[in-house]
């Protein structure tokens, strides 16, 4: 598999669980819509963390 390969498939992940985090109590998984728990900021921050790692594997140009 290609460094863009792996950095394309980090960056979805990341925005899915960036997405999945932020949206939890909409989705049902929450406790409610009027906060966001730690929880959530916890996902939210990881996902995009992940989301930035796979952005830099997919922009990261091959050396020659």
């Known amino acids: 598999m290609s460094t863009k390969t792996i950095g394309l498939a980090l960056l979805i992940i990341g925005i899915l669980v960036l ?8 989705l049902g998984l929450g406790s409610g819509p009027a906060t966001i728990g730690w929880k959530q900021w916890i996902g939210a921050g990881v996902g995009l963390v992940v989301a930035l790692v796979g952005l830099g594997f997919t922009l990261r140009r091959k050396k020659s």
């Open 19 to 26: 997405a999945v985090s932020l949206l939890a109590d909409y």
